[in-house]
Structure formats: structure tokens, C-alpha cells
């Protein structure tokens, strides 16, 4: 699924503009991958690293390969400040991209990668991740309850959460007065926004948004369901300008869009630059996500893996970073930091109650195909 | 014994020598001329060719799988309508963006070619392939600004007192798109074509008493036709693939193969074999094209001797 294929609002600054076009670019690239070995996506299990060289100071070179709004070259700075080692950072644009990377080889650079949840899980199923040495990790127990074992990696056992976001809508205030407040009104204000609405071109968080709308999961497996999802979303279509996980920035704040499905780490930028658009999680709930650090089995240099991975459970470095490049963090001590503006923005931080309504994407199994026949049928019907 | 026999064995030898010699040159150096291209073509094109064709026939194969059966199954797939659908609609797509290339291409290439003051030449040229310089993403994004309901295009239309047109998030928005960017290939391949027309065999129309139009089409156009066919083909095999265009031009009835292979690689399915026979409809479609003009493109191939 292409899961966020940039995360990143064009319009915003020229560097977040730049990074932008990273992230697409990379988007496209990854159209041109062929690069496979005969032994399709076996992955080369390595020995871990030796734990005795612990006490070394690590040094040399750490290649990240991360999504395009994670690290910023300041934090590099930082980090290569206090260590001593190189930071070399390669971006992906979903997490298909990264894994399919991996599994054909591409990837025995990386010491460390960024992968979401539902990919962790997918990952250590196949053998792919580092089980972390905990004595390494210093500042884990910073981390809010809520993440200290969650469902798609229980007990951390190969990941260290970093950051946390929701799917939901942007939209312009100044044009919709009677603001939309769940995922229906999409469909009970379809003439209003006919042709002026874009959703996500990603089928789990499209399909699970409707599937939410309808009141079921946003895993559902069941065929019946996603049926019904799909004649729903085909009612919903002809209103439609467009599916589109990027350049939905140019329309929306030229307004010629009025509404469109984003990723929060997108949404939420736009609408701190301009009041004019607000972004609000459906009140019946959406997609919950936590993006997390780990170290690939295939990993070079993991000392200084692990020395990124503590440098960035700094409470004070995790700030920074979010301060800079506007992500939740899971980190509870870093929150307490964080300015007061920040902390009460309620689309960054959600109230418990309405996060407990979210979901976060799970692998589907099987159901996988259904979802792509959907999805091929919705954007060729 | 030895002083008998040297000269004899030299004499035998020498010619011996020569004749290995000159097959070896003339072994090596068609080698040498066509082994890094060769290499290139062996690595890059015919091997991966070979994976995605047995790729293509494991069905339902994902990465990490063990490959257990072969089967045809993925290529059976295709003929279901949802995916009929979207090859139609890619092959729809690139024709209409050939002919519009072809149509706006041609009298481009000619005014270069044959009216344009002589000196100028080469600059306009270059100025008409500048835009291939930037990102396709970029200029795609350009056309966004200039498509959308309150874009450049539609301010000039209410300004003239027109309707605004609806184009952005439409398929007319692909063949503007996609126009826009394979054009310049277009015109260099009919300039170059154009370039070599022979003038005198106007003349000699006109003096046998052909207007202008009927020379145009009986004289002119004859001549150009392999360079045509070539120009019409390379715009017909990279718009077949576009990706960019579509995506983000293209509204949300604009699936095309190009990203129906990238879900079945990078999506949510990951169904390599599927994605793989896909890519296989899309080379043999292409091929299919080259093979057209091998056959059709350079009937007469001497008009240019």
C-alpha cells in the first residue's frame, strides 16, 4: 500500500517543498524496480552483531533509510556532534517500497530503518529485524505506557516506537461553514464538495475509512463487508476530483479544493500556517499509526544503530525534532516539554477518548487480494 | 634434421599465422564495437526480461515465497474486464496522445525545418527541447497550476468573457499532460526526417503541375513517412507507460497499467506474478508496436540514397 507516499505539504517552506520532492521523487522511482535476485525476497538472515563490543565507542559511518520528514540534516548535525559518527540518509515513500528494497538486497547498507507498525509485525515474521538488546537501549522507559508493548511488536521486542499520527480530513473553514465532523459527511454533503474532494490514494486507509463509516473494522476481512464498502465508496466516487496521496496542496489551498483525506503529519502543518484550513479526525474514529526504529538483521555498523536509536530517546532531542518537523511522539518525557501550543493542538494529540476509537492498519492476510480487486475496480470503473 | 625442416615449418606456418590473425581481427572487432552494448543489453534488458517472463508465470507469486508451480494463471487474469479495462484505457491514452503529438508536432517540425530563417535554427531547436531538461514531476506539477478550476488557464478564459472549463482531475487532463511532455521528441524525430527533404522533387511536382496540397500530400508526406512512424511510435511506447501524468492529472478514473503494476509490486496485494505478467502485456504491446514499423515504418528506406 502506498502508505503515505510523501508526507510532506508542498507549499509550506521552501525545505519542506524540497523534501517533498525527495519523497515523490523517490515515489516514482520506485515504479522502476526490477532489481531482484533469483531467490525472490529471501532475505540473508546475518549473525548479530557481537554484543562484547558493546563497551566500544561506536564510530564510522550510520546509513538511515527513513521516511522523508523523520530526520532533517539538523539532527544529523546534532547527532554526528555528539557521536563522532556520519550520518548518511536515504528516504522512502511507503513501507512496500522500503521492504521491497530489503528483500531484494538493495538495503545491506542500512544500519537502521523506520518501519510502521503493521510492517514490524510483517518484518519479524519474516526474520528480517534485530531483537534489541534492551540493556543497550537507554531511555526506553520514557516512553507512554500506551506504546510500552504494543499489539504489532509486544514488549518492544525489535522496535522503538518513535512517532505516532492519525489519518483525517482537511478542510477549507472559510467555504465549509457547518464544518465536517465524521467521515459521513462526505456522503451527506456530496453535492457541496462534488468534484472538490480528494481522498487517499491508498486502499487500506480509503477502503478502511469507509469501512469505519459503515461501522465496521479497518482491518475487516470479511467479503461481505468489503462489498459493501466498495458500493459505498462507487456512490461516493462521481463527487470525487481525485485519489490522491500527494499534490492535493496546490488545489486544496488555491481553493479549488475544499476537503481532502491526509495523513496528520501533512495535515496538520497546513493548518498551522493557515487557520483558514483546520483538520479533524472523524469523530467515529480513523487510523492510528506509529512509525518505529529498528535495526535490520542485514544491519552493518549496529553500535552506532543503537547510539541513534538512544540519541533520539533524549527527551530533549525528541522535542527539538518534533517542534521542527511536527510529528506526535510517543516519548512521554519529551512531551513535557513540548511548548503549550503544541501539546493542546488536539489533532497532534488527540483525546484519549477519541484515540481509543481509532485503529491502527493491520496485516490482512489473504483479504490483501480482495482489497486490490476493490481498488483497481473503484479507480477503473 | 632441424635446419631441414625450420624453413618448411616457417614457410607453413607464416600463412597459417596471417589467416588466424585476420579472422581474429575481424572476430574481435565487431566484438569490440558491439560488446559493451552488448553486455549492457544482456544484463539490463534480456535477463531481467527472462525473470519478469518466469515471474510472470507463478501464480499469485509473493516476494518471499518459494516458487512451487508454474501456470498461466496470471496471464488468464488479465482477460477478466476490471483489468481489460484499465489495458484499454492505457492504450487509449497513448493513442490519442500520439495522434494530438503527430498533429501538433508536424507543422512545428516543418516551419523548423524548411521556413525558419536558417541561422536561427539550431536555437529555436533548443528551445523547444529546454522543458526536457527539468523534472517531468516538476513540469506535471506545473500543469496543475495551470489546469486547476481557478488556474491560469480558466483566468484567461473568464477574462476573454469564456466559460471556465473544468479540466483539472479529468482525462483530458492526461492528453494535455501527456501532449505537453512528449512533443519535443515529436518534433526533433520529424525535424530530423523533414530536414532531408528532397526540394527538388517539389519542384519537379510543381512543374508537372501539382498545387501545393497535392504535392504536400504526394511529395512531402511520402518522404517523411519513416520519420512519422518513428515519431509516432517512441510517443506511443513512453506514453504507454506514463506514470506521472495520470497520477496526478488523471482524477479518479484514470487507473492506467503502469500503475496497476506499481500496486501489484509496491500495493497492498504484492502480488509479484501478477504484477509480472502485467509487464509482459506491456512489453509485448510495445514490441507489437516496434514490430509494426520494422514492418510498415521504412518501406523505402533508398529515398534518403
Known amino acids: 500500500m502506498p502508505r503515505r507516499l510523501s508526507r510532506n505539504s508542498s507549499l509550506l517552506t521552501n525545505t519542506s517543498r524540497r523534501r517533498f520532492l525527495q519523497g515523490s521523487a523517490a515515489a516514482l522511482a520506485g515504479v522502476g524496480l526490477s532489481n531482484c535476485r533469483r531467490t525472490i525476497g529471501e532475505t540473508e538472515t546475518v549473525a548479530p552483531a557481537d554484543d562484547t563490543t558493546a563497551a566500544a565507542p561506536a564510530s564510522g559511518t550510520l546509513q538511515i533509510y527513513t521516511w522523508a520528514d523523520y530526520t532533517d540534516d539538523e539532527l544529523a548535525a546534532q547527532f554526528t556532534e555528539a557521536t563522532g559518527i556520519d550520518v548518511k540518509i536515504d528516504v522512502y515513500d511507503s513501507n512496500e517500497t522500503m521492504l521491497a528494497k530489503m528483500q531484494a538486497g538493495g538495503g545491506e547498507n542500512y544500519s537502521l530503518i523506520y518501519p510502521s507498525d503493521y510492517m514490524v509485525t510483517e518484518m519479524i515474521g519474516l526474520d528480517m529485524l534485530t531483537e534489541l538488546d534492551q540493556s543497550r537501549l537507554v531511555g526506553l522507559d520514557k516512553i507512554r505506557d500506551k506504546w510500552q508493548s504494543p499489539v504489532y511488536d509486544p514488549d518492544n521486542t525489535h522496535s522503538v516506537p518513535y512517532s505516532w499520527g492519525t489519518t483525517g480530513l482537511l478542510y477549507n473553514s472559510e467555504v465549509l461553514t457547518t464544518p465536517p465532523t465524521d467521515w459521513n459527511y462526505l456522503w451527506d454533503n456530496s453535492d457541496v464538495l462534488s468534484r472538490k474532494m480528494t481522498l487517499l490514494d491508498d486502499v487500506r486507509e480509503t477502503m478502511g475509512a469507509v469501512l469505519s463509516s459503515l461501522g465496521y473494522s479497518y482491518n475487516a476481512t470479511d467479503p461481505a463487508e468489503l462489498e459493501e464498502a466498495y458500493q459505498r465508496l462507487l456512490e461516493l466516487k462521481p463527487s470525487l476530483a481525485s485519489f490522491k496521496s500527494f499534490g492535493w496542496q496546490d488545489e486544496l489551498l488555491s481553493g479549488d479544493l475544499l476537503l481532502s483525506m491526509v495523513y496528520s503529519v501533512e495535515g496538520i502543518p497546513v493548518s498551522l500556517e493557515n487557520p483558514t484550513f483546520k483538520y479533524v479526525i472523524p469523530e467515529s474514529g480513523s487510523s492510528v499509526w506509529t512509525d518505529t526504529m529498528v535495526i535490520p538483521t542485514s544491519a552493518p555498523n549496529v553500535d552506532a544503530a543503537y547510539?541513534?536509536?538512544?540519541?533520539?530517546?533524549?527527551?530533549?532531542?525528541?522535542?527539538?525534532?518534533?517542534?521542527?518537523?511536527?510529528?506526535?511522539?510517543?516519548?512521554?518525557?519529551?512531551?513535557?516539554?513540548?511548548?503549550?501550543?503544541?501539546?493542546?493542538?488536539?489533532?497532534?494529540?488527540?483525546?484519549?477518548?477519541?484515540?481509543?476509537?481509532?485503529?491502527?492498519?493491520?496485516?490482512v492476510g489473504e483479504a490483501n487480494v480482495l482489497y486490490d480487486?476493490?481498488?483497481?475496480?473503484?479507480?477503473?470503473? | 634434421m632441424d635446419k631441414g625442416i625450420r624453413p618448411i615449418a616457417a614457410l607453413t606456418k607464416a600463412p597459417t599465422l596471417t589467416t588466424v590473425g585476420r579472422m581474429l581481427k575481424s572476430g574481435i572487432r565487431p566484438l569490440g564495437l558491439l560488446g559493451p552494448a552488448g553486455i549492457w543489453l544482456l544484463l539490463l534488458v534480456v535477463l531481467p526480461t527472462l525473470l519478469i517472463t518466469e515471474l510472470s508465470l507463478v501464480p499469485g507469486l509473493r516476494p518471499g515465497q518459494p516458487i512451487e508451480s508454474y501456470?498461466?494463471?496470471?496471464?488468464?487474469?488479465?482477460?477478466?474486464?476490471?483489468?481489460?479495462?484499465?489495458?484499454?484505457?492505457?492504450?487509449?491514452?497513448?493513442?490519442?496522445?500520439?495522434?494530438?503529438?503527430?498533429?501538433?508536432?508536424?507543422?512545428?517540425?516543418?516551419?523548423?525545418?524548411?521556413?525558419?530563417?536558417?541561422?536561427?535554427?539550431?536555437?529555436?531547436?533548443?528551445?523547444?527541447?529546454?522543458?526536457?531538461?527539468?523534472?517531468?514531476?516538476?513540469?506535471?506539477?506545473?500543469?496543475?497550476?495551470?489546469?486547476?478550476s481557478s488556474g491560469v488557464i480558466n483566468l484567461v478564459l473568464t477574462t476573454l468573457g469564456l466559460p471556465p472549463q473544468g479540466l483539472m482531475n479529468t482525462p483530458w487532463a492526461v492528453y494535455v499532460g501527456m501532449t505537453y511532455s512528449f512533443l519535443p521528441y515529436m518534433v526533433l524525430i520529424l525535424y530530423a526526417s523533414l530536414e532531408r527533404l528532397d526540394l527538388q522533387l517539389l519542384e519537379a511536382a510543381a512543374d508537372l503541375g501539382a498545387n501545393p496540397?497535392?504535392?504536400?500530400?504526394?511529395?512531402?508526406?511520402?518522404?517523411?513517412?519513416?520519420?512519422?512512424?518513428?515519431?509516432?511510435?517512441?510517443?506511443?511506447?513512453?506514453?504507454l507507460g506514463d506514470f506521472v501524468v495520470p497520477t496526478l492529472l488523471g482524477g479518479p478514473n484514470s487507473m492506467t497499467i503502469s500503475q496497476l503494476i506499481y500496486n501489484q509490486f509496491l500495493g497492498v496485494a504484492r502480488n509479484w506474478g501478477f504484477g509480472s505478467s502485467l509487464s509482459m502485456v506491456l512489453i509485448l504491446m510495445v514490441s507489437m508496436a516496434i514490430a509494426l514499423l520494422l514492418k510498415y515504418g521504412d518501406r523505402n528506406p533508398d529515398i534518403y540514397s
Open chain 1, 373 to 381: 480487486e476493490y481498488w483497481t475496480k473503484v479507480k477503473s470503473a
Open chain 1, 307 to 363: 547510539e541513534w536509536i538512544n540519541f533520539n530517546l533524549q527527551p530533549k532531542v525528541s522535542q527539538e525534532t518534533v517542534e521542527r518537523l511536527f510529528f506526535a511522539t510517543p516519548n512521554g518525557e519529551a512531551m513535557t516539554l513540548l511548548s503549550k501550543e503544541l501539546l493542546d493542538n488536539q489533532n497532534l494529540f488527540p483525546p484519549e477518548d477519541l484515540l481509543a476509537k481509532c485503529e491502527g492498519i493491520a496485516p
Open chain 2, 71 to 148: 501456470g498461466f494463471l496470471n496471464y488468464l487474469r488479465i482477460l477478466e474486464p476490471t483489468y481489460l479495462q484499465v489495458l484499454q484505457r492505457s492504450a487509449t491514452f497513448a493513442t490519442g496522445t500520439t495522434l494530438l503529438c503527430l498533429g501538433f508536432g508536424f507543422p512545428v517540425a516543418y516551419w523548423l525545418a524548411l521556413m525558419a530563417p536558417k541561422r536561427w535554427r539550431n536555437l529555436l531547436l533548443v528551445l523547444f527541447i529546454l522543458p526536457l531538461w527539468t523534472s517531468s514531476l516538476l513540469r506535471t506539477y506545473a500543469w496543475i497550476t495551470l489546469l486547476r
Open chain 2, 213 to 239: 496540397r497535392l504535392a504536400f500530400w504526394r511529395v512531402t508526406v511520402p518522404q517523411t513517412l519513416p520519420g512519422i512512424a518513428a515519431g509516432c511510435l517512441l510517443v506511443f511506447v513512453t506514453s
